[in-house]
T-cell receptor
Framework: GENVEQHPSTLSVQEGDSAVIKCTYS??????FPWYKQELGKGPQLIID?????GEKKDQRIAVTLNKTAKHFSLHITETQPEDSAVYFC???????????FGTGTSLTVIP | NAGVTQTPKFQVLKTGQSMTLQCAQD?????MYWYRQDPGMGLRLIYY???????DKGEVPNGYNVSRLNKREFSLRLESAAPSQTSVYFC????????????FGDGTRLSIL
């Protein structure tokens, strides 16, 4: 099955700086890569996703890049704000797969 | 629009007790999932239901059973709770095709003493 690794496990940045979280996957058939944000006491919420037919996707301060050859994808948050502090999870799945495979999460702290 | 609703939000059980975690979605989604979340281990799939009337095992099914009661509801049952099942349990739903987002509830925090 698929194996998704996520780094770093914790990340602290100053408000206004950028944050980057990286994930690698093992199954070349994976073609859908969502990112979730989980705030304390809440369930994961989708913040952005990318499919394998594109290399980059942006939504305001958030962007995701995908390198299919190297089998890795990254989340970029620019101009970080204290409300960006949360745990972020990446995931991978494929057309034929029946489940998402999640990374182990990154705890992001934005220091005011 | 409530999305995915899980009940209860918190529960404390004694070893050997049984209980059922409830999940309902109002998005007319075909697929539903149960995950457990433990520190440092991300989200691990327990069981899923690709469509009404079907259920399949995920990565960590031992000690659990599920029922897809109808299109809206998917329950998770612990027949004889063990301390190793102390966790946060999340239910999710998905419209159908595999490469679409899953939508999560806010979880049930379960402690087994």
């Amino acid at each position: 099955g698929e194996n998704v690794e996520q780094h770093p496990s914790t990340l602290s940045v100053q408000e206004g700086d950028s944050a980057v979280i990286k994930c690698t996957y093992s199954d070349s058939a994976s073609n859908y890569f969502p990112w979730y944000k989980q705030e304390l006491g809440k369930g994961p919420q989708l913040i952005i996703d990318i499919r394998s037919n594109v290399g980059e996707k942006k939504d305001q301060r958030i962007a995701v890049t995908l390198n299919k050859t190297a089998k890795h994808f990254s989340l970029h948050i620019t101009e970080t704000q204290p409300e960006d502090s949360a745990v972020y999870f990446c995931a991978a799945t494929s057309n034929t797969g029946n489940q998402f495979y999640f990374g182990t999460g990154t705890s992001l702290t934005v220091i005011p | 629009n409530a999305g995915v609703t899980q009940t209860p939000k918190f529960q404390v059980l004694k070893t050997g007790q049984s209980m059922t975690l409830q999940c309902a979605q109002d998005m007319n989604h075909n697929s539903m999932y149960w995950y457990r979340q433990d520190p440092g281990m991300g989200l691990r799939l327990i069981y899923y239901s690709a469509s009404e009337g079907t259920t399949d095992k995920g990565e960590v099914p031992n000690g659990y059973n599920v029922s897809r009661l109808n299109k809206r509801e998917f329950s998770l049952r612990l027949e004889s709770a063990a301390p190793s099942q102390t966790s946060v349990y999340f239910c999710a739903s998905q419209t159908g095709p595999h490469n679409q987002p899953q939508h999560f509830g806010d979880g049930t925090r379960l402690s087994i003493l």
